[in-house]
């Protein structure tokens, strides 16, 4: 395998290579005369345990009724939104996750895994159907209790209510413990009043707000008897059954934003309006109605985080949406890839195929594999998630477990996903900017991805001291012998740095050839060392370089990690992208098709070299690999991008999209009819005899 990834050095001859021009690669595995993948299978793999719910919602999707219209007016988008729900609730697309005596199936993957398929449909109808039923219904269903079920969910399952969900503030977005809308309740009659008390505490970018909620669930301040309870939610009506705002309510609409306008997003503010009691979603704090305030969890950190813990779905659909996007813009630019000829020779040869080109097939193949990693983790992640939220380990530990992961792998699908997106775009040059090829769109509705749900890098610096919690666990109650070795290692730069890693990185010359030594170096076991390492390290420096906080001030401390506050991020995505890989290397190990098996650990090595050369200084710097090692790892990943070209067309057929899912003219095969088209022109020209002479070709007489 090592051989054969690796090109001749021989001089490029007529038959493989045009003068000046770019090799003409094998087009697929028939050509390269290699094991092709079993698409089918792959394709399986990528849509993973929830495979079933996924192809029904993409039959669904079929159906013109879901999709987006480029162009349409904000205010004929968000109609045409608002009505898909209806289609949704007519499909049984609404009731997945919710309790069979509502009518729904109690399956908290598949509803999931069915939400995340909307996005190939139109990004406002997905997120739409999220705010209803995934935080307007869930916050109902995770934080209330049978009684609020009973009252609430047959609505919210069907859309006869509609409803927002009102948690982030104008001052205060991913700072929810910080929120200044309160709920201070009133024995004398049993309500709570809800109150915005200042202009920074209007609930903000609330879908459902602007036009269509008739309720919000409304996260505030509970007070009672003197006292501040920490943020609890409510069940606040907002409108009357014509659309009118009740008293004490406030609404403005957002506007125009970025992408997304299918949504009516909005803000609300509440002058003094008062629920009853009941209306207080009670599961994890209670109300008399003297008063008394109870919980089953005393600690009041514990019980916010647990309730923003109830609410983690939406980081969980957000990772597998923004994958699923991502997969669909690498669809189109590798597909027109495969068909676009740009360039010949200059001495009369054919136009070359996008994806011959060096360049082309580095901009996008790496991504390609990125992609991939970021479906198997996903479908981790959608099972961890089943899992708690079906009680079947539903445990501290779980959640908790559940929460690090969702918070670190939604960032990095979320960025990825942009970045992929414009790089798609770019790569099918005009055609690209076009509406109608889906990237501009799928750019526009997907950026507030990033910010969904949590900031990217505020949920990464929560990933970041787990894991620094994680690690000072491993020194609890250690003796004087094991902390002065560690701290020695550490002194020495060379925790988590073991000598046989170094050994092999700075024997490079000795292999002789530069290509063969990175084949025998960085195989799984060399990248997971690599990868793994990176973050280890890293955890290791900044818990060295926080652990005088503990003798210092209040401020001095919060100072101290500020200033270290990048490198804990940074720590996290590391930890991230290893999970990533780990998924990805997992996957491949469970196929039993040996063709299959051979392109994908290919795929899986590329995503792993890429990960290697993006953070290649980091890595030259600790001494981890050696300059010569270094460098070699850019040119192999040229190689393993020339060895996957010719299967890169089965790769993307392998997501399984139908043309209806694509709705791309330059990914629909008309590219190709344009260019079979010219050519058929040109040969018979010059068959006619008729051709005119080339310029060039006079001054060389």
């Known amino acids: 395998m090592a051989d054969a990834a690796v090109r001749t050095k021989k001089p490029a001859t007529s038959k493989r290579t045009p003068a000046g021009g770019a090799p003409t690669a094998a087009h697929s595995a028939a050509e390269a005369s290699e094991p092709r993948i079993d698409v089918a299978s792959v394709t399986d793999l990528l849509l993973g345990t929830w495979a079933q719910t996924r192809r029904d919602a993409r039959e669904m999707i079929k159906d013109s009724a879901f999709w987006r219209i480029d162009g349409q007016p904000m205010s004929d988008h968000r109609e045409r939104v608002l009505s898909q729900l209806h289609l949704l609730v007519e499909h049984g697309g609404s009731s997945r996750a919710f309790p069979k005596e509502y009518g729904g199936l109690e399956d908290?993957?598949?509803?999931?895994?069915?939400?995340?398929?909307?996005?190939?449909?139109?990004?406002?109808?997905?997120?739409?159907?999220?705010?209803?039923?995934?935080?307007?219904?869930?916050?109902?269903?995770?934080?209330?209790?049978?009684?609020?079920?009973?009252?609430?969910?047959?609505?919210?399952?069907?859309?006869?209510?509609?409803?927002?969900?009102?948690?982030?503030?104008?001052?205060?977005?991913?700072?929810?413990?910080?929120?200044?809308?309160?709920?201070?309740?009133?024995?004398?009659?049993?309500?709570?009043?809800?109150?915005?008390?200042?202009?920074?505490?209007?609930?903000?970018?609330?879908?459902?707000?602007?036009?269509?909620?008739?309720?919000?669930?409304?996260?505030?301040?509970?007070?009672?008897?003197?006292?501040?309870?920490?943020?609890?939610?409510?069940?606040?009506?907002?409108?009357?059954?014509?659309?009118?705002?009740?008293?004490?309510?406030?609404?403005?609409?957002?506007?125009?934003?970025?992408?997304?306008?299918?949504?009516?997003?909005?803000?609300?503010?509440?002058?003094?309006?008062?629920?009853?009691?009941?209306?207080?979603?009670?599961?994890?704090?209670?109300?008399?109605?003297?008063?008394?305030?109870?919980?089953?969890?005393?600690?009041?950190?514990?019980?916010?985080?647990?309730?923003?813990?109830?609410?983690?779905?939406?980081?969980?659909?957000?990772?597998?949406?923004?994958?699923?996007?991502?997969?669909?813009?690498?669809?189109?630019?590798?597909?027109?890839?495969?068909?676009?000829?740009?360039?010949?020779?200059?001495?009369?040869?054919?136009?070359?195929?996008?994806?011959?080109?060096?360049?082309?097939?580095?901009?996008?193949?790496?991504?390609?594999?990125?992609?991939?990693?970021?479906?198997?983790?996903h479908d981790e992640l959608l099972k961890k998630f089943d899992g708690v939220f079906s009680g079947r380990t539903d445990t501290p530990d779980e959640r908790e477990d559940l929460e690090t992961l969702a918070a670190a792998l939604k960032p990095l699908s979320t960025w990825n996903a942009l970045a992929t997106i414009q790089e798609a775009r770019e790569a099918c040059g005009g055609a690209g900017f076009l509406a109608e090829n889906r990237f501009?769109?799928?750019?526009?509705?997907?950026?507030?991805?990033?910010?969904?749900?949590?900031?990217?890098?505020?949920?990464?610096?929560?990933?970041?001291?787990?894991?620094?919690?994680?690690?000072?666990?491993?020194?609890?109650?250690?003796?004087?012998?094991?902390?002065?070795?560690?701290?020695?290692?550490?002194?020495?730069?060379?925790?988590?740095?073991?000598?046989?890693?170094?050994?092999?990185?700075?024997?490079?010359?000795?292999?002789?050839?530069?290509?063969?030594?990175?084949?025998?170096?960085?195989?799984?076991?060399?990248?997971?060392?690599?990868?793994?390492?990176?973050?280890?390290?890293?955890?290791?420096?900044?818990?060295?370089?926080?652990?005088?906080?503990?003798?210092?001030?209040?401020?001095?401390?919060?100072?101290?990690?500020?200033?270290?506050?990048?490198?804990?991020?940074?720590?996290?995505?590391?930890?991230?992208?290893?999970?990533?890989?780990?998924?990805?290397t997992d996957g491949v190990n469970r196929i039993a098709d040996e063709g299959t098996k051979r392109v994908l650990t290919w795929l899986r090595d590329l995503f792993g070299l890429h990960l290697i050369e993006k953070h290649l200084a980091w890595y030259l710097i600790n001494g981890r690999l050696s300059t010569q090692r270094a460098a070699s790892v850019s040119r192999y990943i040229d190689r393993l991008s020339a060895r996957l070209r010719p299967h890169a067309q089965d790769l993307v057929d392998a997501y399984g999209f139908e043309p209806e899912h694509v709705r791309a003219p330059i990914a629909s095969g008309a590219e190709q009819q344009r260019q079979d088209e010219a050519r058929e022109y040109y040969r018979g020209l010059k068959a006619s005899g008729e051709m005119p002479l080339s310029e060039k070709s006079l001054k060389k007489k």
């Open 108 to 377: 908290n993957g598949a509803n999931l895994a069915g939400f995340e398929e909307l996005v190939l449909a139109d990004p406002s109808l997905q997120i739409k159907s999220g705010v209803q039923w995934g935080l307007f219904g869930s916050a109902i269903y995770q934080l209330g209790t049978k009684k609020h079920w009973d009252a609430w969910l047959p609505g919210v399952i069907d859309v006869s209510l509609p409803g927002a969900f009102a948690m982030t503030e104008t001052g205060h977005g991913s700072d929810v413990a910080a929120i200044g809308t309160t709920a201070t309740y009133d024995p004398e009659t049993e309500e709570f009043e809800i109150h915005t008390p200042f202009r920074g505490a209007y609930k903000d970018y609330l879908g459902n707000a602007a036009l269509h909620g008739r309720a919000a669930t409304v996260f505030a301040q509970l007070i009672t008897n003197g006292v501040n309870y920490g943020v609890h939610c409510f069940f606040v009506p907002i409108r009357d059954d014509a659309g009118d705002m009740l008293p004490g309510i406030k609404s403005e609409d957002d506007g125009v934003k970025g992408g997304l306008n299918g949504i009516d997003n909005g803000r609300l503010a509440f002058d003094q309006v008062r629920v009853p009691r009941f209306n207080l979603l009670d599961r994890y704090g209670q109300v008399a109605p003297d008063g008394t305030y109870t919980s089953d969890i005393p600690s009041p950190g514990r019980r916010f985080f647990t309730m923003l813990g109830a609410l983690v779905q939406g980081r969980v659909s957000l990772d597998g949406a923004a994958t699923v996007g991502t997969a669909l813009a690498l669809h189109i630019a590798l597909t027109y890839a495969n068909q676009r000829r740009q360039f010949d020779s200059g001495t009369g040869t054919e136009e070359v195929v996008l994806l011959d080109y060096g360049k082309h097939q580095r901009r996008l193949l790496p991504l390609l594999a990125q992609n991939y990693a970021q479906f198997f983790a």
């Open 440 to 584: 501009v769109g799928l750019h526009q509705d997907l950026d507030v991805y990033v910010t969904f749900e949590g900031d990217n890098n505020v949920l990464l610096q929560l990933v970041g001291k787990r894991l620094l919690s994680d690690f000072a666990k491993q020194f609890k109650g250690a003796d004087a012998a094991k902390l002065a070795r560690y701290a020695v290692g550490q002194t020495a730069g060379k925790v988590f740095h073991g000598a046989g890693l170094r050994q092999l990185g700075q024997a490079v010359a000795d292999f002789g050839s530069t290509a063969r030594s990175v084949e025998l170096g960085l195989r799984e076991e060399q990248q997971h060392e690599l990868l793994a390492g990176r973050v280890q390290q890293m955890v290791a420096d900044l818990a060295a370089a926080l652990r005088p906080a503990s003798k210092l001030s209040q401020a001095e401390a919060a100072e101290l990690f500020n200033v270290h506050q990048a490198e804990l991020i940074e720590a996290a995505r590391a930890h991230a992208e290893l999970l990533q890989w780990e998924a990805f």
